[in-house]
């Protein structure tokens, strides 16, 4: 499977079906969506099924009458809809499949079209481009219609999204198995693709004087820096705070991905000072005060939205939204979190101890100094001691092991974000949503996050990806297709000391 | 070139460039659009363009990285839109012409997967579909990313809208001639038919209280029955009149196709008594006196929107809104002008003069009160009188004549909308789109539109094109499918008494 | 003091200086109003203020020059809500006294005034009224013009709203003692009147989709039946419920009065069906099961508009809403709290023990029958037992003592509501309350409020006031003139066993 | 009568009963006011009259009860609405009277407490305070309780401010002879002015994207320089041109006054350059371009709020949203017509000429220069031609005459304008206005408005008032106070010029 750029936010939630994200803290979480509840569902019978799709898809016309093709009564569309939200997980695997096996591009015609193609090469251009344009046609799966009609009915983008999310589930575990799945998925993204085109989009700044509706979404969907209660989302919609959010025409009232910004005086190194401190909540802005904008948290909502591209785009504008507010502002760069370092390293430990040559991540003054200041049972290997105080943030309480393992974790978590690689992309995904958007990775921060979670997840490093705006193009061009990471000299000191240590 | 369903008052501007629909009586036309200014335009040199779309037309990414590729920095698209726009007419077509060509399909690629298409036939599934999916891929003009870019800055949409009236201009005389030019055409039109999907679109309902911009677009718009001025303007969007339209996310502001329906007592027979009768403007809407919504105009505005159905879909949304409005409304139907009568009646008078058998038209009856009506100098043939009548409307003047000819132009008229057919389609452009739509061809109103324009286009007959709602889809499908044409009672009897005088 | 209507949520907020409506459970409270924070107040110098107070009141102008004097520089206003709002109590209440004292109406002329309009009763009607206008003129006290004038300014409106709620805590505990500052609040509710009169209210319908801000207003605002969180506010806005309030436009975005409706099928007996129940939470309104509307909450959240008639008005506002959303309705009533009723019951209780007669209250029957419930040490007067169970609501936990309770509950919390009287009038506010805009006093309902809260203020009893549209005029008019209350047979029935009872 | 500030668009249409502005031009009028139409309205009996006021102006309450009376039933203030619509001019006239003195002031009463005041006299504060505050309730007419209801009903304070339009037409010409008309006068102004307090009132900018409402509102309330046509008005609310009015809460949708500004780059001397140039009808505003906001005409629209100052504190807080938005601009000033200077100089020759001493007016070398250049019939007397060259304008017609006649029509101009009183304050009502608000008498315009109006009304002259933003509170209290008019030394020069030749 290729790698698409995700937000982090997306892609853990992806991973299980129907999970929502949780909503902690002190507000219930209010259950938006119908869709969800059935009640007490049975399974359906093939022949069921294959009836309702013999129905429901109707042939393509032939090339000729394309045009002239009225479209299908909406009764259709939303019998469909109607039937697939019925259905139990299986069902909906089930014809899902069918529709992708038995409604896919008709092969035959296909390659009767081919033959005719290389038989017309030595034939006029006007034959050449009608025959491919024919071809064109025929490659049209039979389903793709389906799926336009139901996009011209009313909730017909959303119930598509939510296919698509369900699509998603069933690519991920068995990518290779179902061919035809996957072209399913592909028409999908690409039918989403048009219809989620930036043009369509609409910027929202969001206030506190914006609809109930539309802020108790952004305090569900916010997964990187779980909001707690009112006055917690009232800050971050506040004074020296921005909120962004692209909706859609077709989904109204559905903010589609969400950016939180700080304004600052300096590039932020540290979370709690922008998510927890409520000094300014009824304060005026101080225009001469802002002199940074710190993305803090991006997080797309719709699962199905996957791989087409909106966080890139988000930013994009919110920059430009900024820019016309604050013209003299030059500093733009996010403050993200470093999902998975901590299980990586975990990972990493356990795989060292294994294979006896772990020696190596730490100097010999290192290892010694953890193990003093671990106080382990005498004979426990040091990396044993090590991966328990990872596991159980220990480490955190001590001022003195915190000083100790400081350089250590900065310098492998700088290698974790830039020399782990999938695909010699980044494995860090929200590394690599940065880098693709053309940002630099700029600085690590040590104690940057102190919350339980942020100590769990990173060891409460976090990083700024820095946006210089007349590189950003470039860097992501040599990111894309070479695969080069721009980093600062403060990564890169870190990434070499690592090297030095680890004699990679 | 196949024949889209279009509405009458687009084609007619589509015919020439940069023609705005006049704007008669009392209020001044305002150019809205800066585009159409040009200070002093220069011709540009082919090297010139040749060198600017080889840096804007990106190659397409190839098939493994086309989801890796960031889009080009909008500078480019905004760069080709200006370059463009300040461009004179035949400078237009030359870059168009360029663009179509020099940046199409890959052909040979196409070629070879097509070989390696049919070498694959015996091999798996999953071998089959991803060929299948690349040859998809090479199939795509190499110009359609550049139309996608654009489509995502500000303004982008609009512009491709405008785009491709210009390329409509130039498919529209020489079809056979530049074949690239109609692939062009057709890869707009897909694309814009994803963006205008009706998912996308909002209904908006026209009031006094819309804004002026708006309402004075509505009005130069308005092709169909002229609107003079503010107090017409007011008494269209007033009680017992609704007016609505279609707008677009990425077009705000601007009205894609207006439908005006007037909520009348009886189906109306008569477009003065909607158009100029005034004596309802200040008054409330007396709900019992509500049974009948009468379509009386419908423009699409943009034409290069032309075979993107949106006429057909307001009509429906629209008769939902009334429904849910009116609960007990029973009767809608339009009462359309019959643009091109009295012209394809001229054609026939002359040519049946021209070859002498033109005494089939009428009975020997009719003839002769003709005859006896027109006082003619003695000697000229009775054609002749005739047609001069149609041509000056001088009948009009005269009941004696008038009565004599209203049998007479009612069952020409009637034959003309039902019986002359292009491609086996009914030949009237409005006709054709009623009928596309499901609707019933009704009832022909005599002295239905008494102005000046009405008698001039179609002798002041109108006629309803009737929607029986539970009937619509049947028989949009017997129209488009079987060229089957529904028409009332009246409308048959008209058809075979002329069939019966012209035994035909 | 004059008894003016007052609804009981805010009279009881009138009580503490700068005391908030404390919302309790999981929200937390935002403190919205920057006013109520003083950075290290001190006390303001006498002089000081004789000082303000000297330049910022102006000299009224003279009568002749009375339309012709320029407002004073905006400056000026400022200036004393600044200084107003930067002091503590007490010199808040020096200040207000200097100001009504100082600055009030000038005698001497309204003396000489007087005198001159006896001599002129003698001649002409135009001297006698211009007199007697020169008369009224008098009789403006100086400070009116400086509120005037804070009234133009930004906010101004709002800072009177609450500078009359410092003078009505002033009011309150010493009428007696200065007239001035009587005049000083009779002053600012004639002037806030005209500012709130009706005709500048603006009725908003509250939902989901309102903003944020004025929706966590309504939670913090709704004393009667607390909002816990964020699905409890979704709920109170939902299907079957409308949630209504009037704001005004020197006011945005701040609910004056808010009115929360419940629609049910008949007429509500008890509360936790309508604020804790969530089985209709996504569900649609089904208008057939919707025959009748609960008025179960309005809160006034200004204590400054005390006496200023808004509740009222809202509720005649709403029922016209309804009945045109609605036109089947016919039937309107509260379901509504008895504040006080339990402390006035132990009050009667301890009197009664005092003085040894409590025995008429209760039956010998009933009074045996507590005994025997109660389990009380022998000796125990049943007096005082019977008082205990009420301070402690241990009675809700025995089935027993609840039916033996219940109906001695009920007739004396009737006779409470219809007989305890203040100058005449009804002691209970909320009833005062909807007596007076002329509602029947038309069911108590045992069991009807099961929260701790309701149990603690009315032993669970609410009663239901009913409105029948067509008499509420005539039953204001004998409530407010002749002090008659209108009431159900039910509450009349209850009335008689409690007089028969205690033999008054 | 005192003379209160009023704008001259009001003034002279406050002269005839319900006439509108005319609206000429090219747009039709559109009546919006259904208020305005009769059928066959028929004069009621003095009886049918009398009934109706004894029914709806109910009784004061008494004093203790005043703040516990209910409303009076809406259906009361509409019927009275109702019946004083359908009256003729004649009858409104007599109603009006009738009420204004059948339901006034309770004299006797009034005596009576006039009397205990001076008894009290010996007493303490409270007691005198109380009797005043008796004696102030007193005063107040009967009918301001009706008036007071009114206001609370839909549309009430729209009828109360077109019934004040009526009453001050009856006040205009009869102004000693109904004192109690002038009572009701003054009391509905007083309401009026309560009601419209700035604090109240909403400031919009009318853009071309307002409501086409609003937009016919202010085309056709544009008094001062017709708007035309649509090309017109777009002109008016396009770039470099701003737009603003006030609105009410109570009246929707209906300007109460509107200013509008040009921006320009130096302050303008000339109309047709404001009002009649389209070039940038189109562009976009260069903010380098914008030094100057010009006040270019002032509209109150609502004859029934005379004297309740609006335009004032409009043109107040246009200059607070002009500096905000921008923060540089330093030049602020008027553009004003000067109505009545024409006639003014017409009635002055004509007096000259009867007292045969009109040679003053002009020196003897000018006299000279115009007998040369109108080249009169001999005999005819030097003012005789003057006036008549005035009358007709004729002399714009001659360049010679034009040059001859600048330096005289300048003088006498400025002459008009600084030194023609009435009560000691500017004859002219636009000086007047724009004095009282602290402008400056800046700079007096030759052909600076050519329009065959602005010849025929001031001889194409044109002055600006400017307002310099640190003086206008000393120039308003000087003015009004001192009757002071501050003025520029042009100004000025030409008054001595005048004061020279003309010997005062």
């Known amino acids: 499977m290729i790698s698409t750029p995700v937000i982090w936010a997306v892609r853990s939630s992806v991973r299980c079906w129907r999970q929502r994200a949780v909503f902690k803290g002190a507000l219930e ?8 509840r059935f009640s007490a569902p049975t399974r359906r019978g093939a022949s069921d099924m294959e009836e309702l799709l013999a129905r429901v898809v109707v ?34 695997i089930d014809i899902l499949t069918k529709l992708s096996q038995d409604y896919s591009v008709d092969h035959k015609a296909v390659s009767e079209l081919s ?25 049209t799966p039979r389903y793709k219609q389906l799926l336009s009609h139901i ?18 589930e069933m690519v991920a575990p068995k990518a290779s198995e179902s061919p035809h799945i996957k072209e399913l998925n592909s028409t999908l993204k690409s039918l989403l693709s048009e219809w989620f085109s930036v043009g369509l989009l609409r910027l929202e700044r969001i206030t506190w004087q914006s609809p109930c509706e539309i802020l108790q979404k952004i305090s569900q969907y916010e997964a990187v820096h779980p909001i707690r209660n009112w006055t917690d989302l009232k800050r971050r919609v506040g ?35 922008i998510v927890r401190e409520f000094a300014t909540l009824d304060s005026e802005e101080d225009v001469n005060k802002i002199n940074a904008a710190i993305f803090y948290s991006i997080s797309s909502t719709q699962a199905g939205l996957q791989g087409v591209e909106l966080g890139n785009y ?53 290892w010694k100094e953890v193990e003093q200041a671990t106080d382990s049972a005498p004979g426990t290997p040091a990396v044993d001691s090590l991966r328990k105080l990872i596991v159980t943030s220990e480490w ?89 990471i721009t980093a600062s000299e403060q990564v890169l000191g870190f990434v070499s000391q690592f090297q030095k240590n680890s004699k990679l």
């Not at 045009?67 to 939200?85: G, V």
């Not at 000083?403 to 695909?423: F, H, I, T």
């Open 314 to 366: 988000l930013i994009k504008r919110v920059v430009r939204e900024l820019q016309s507010e604050f013209p003299h502002m030059a500093q733009f760069s996010s403050l993200s979190p470093i999902p998975g370092f901590s299980s990586w390293l975990q990972g990493l430990l356990s795989q060292y101890r294994k294979e006896g040559w772990g020696s190596d991540l730490l100097s010999e003054q290192e």
């Open 396 to 484: 955190t309480r001590s001022e003195r092991l915190s000083s100790v393992l400081e350089p250590v974790l900065m310098r492998l978590c700088a290698w974790y974000l830039y020399g782990e690689k999938r695909r010699g992309y980044a494995l860090n995904p929200v590394a690599n949503f940065h880098l693709q958007n053309g940002a630099t990775m700029w600085r690590l921060n040590w104690r940057a996050d102190t919350s339980p979670r942020g100590v769990a997840n990173s060891c409460g490093i976090m990083v700024n990806y820095r946006y210089f705006l007349n590189e950003t193009s470039k860097n992501s061009t040599i990111y894309l297709q070479n695969k080069v």
């Open 151 to 168: 996009s011209r009915v009313e909730g017909g983008v959303k119930f598509l999204v939510d296919l698509r999310a369900d699509v998603l």
């Open 239 to 273: 004074p020296y705070r921005r909120c962004y959010a692209f909706t859609h025409a077709a989904m109204p009232g559905e903010p589609l991905v969400v950016l939180h910004v700080a304004l600052t005086e300096d590039i932020s190194d540290n979370i709690q000072s």
């Open 29 to 36: 979480v209010v259950s938006v969506s119908g869709r969800r």
């Open 115 to 139: 033959v005719r193609l290389l038989d017309t090469q030595l034939r006029d251009m006007a034959t050449i481009l009608q025959v491919e344009d024919r071809l064109r046609y025929s490659l």
């Open 59 to 92: 042939p393509l016309p032939s090339y000729e009458t394309r045009d002239k093709s009225p479209p299908p009564p909406e009764s259709i569309s939303l019998e469909f809809m109607h039937y697939y939200r019925s259905l139990e997980k299986e069902d909906k």
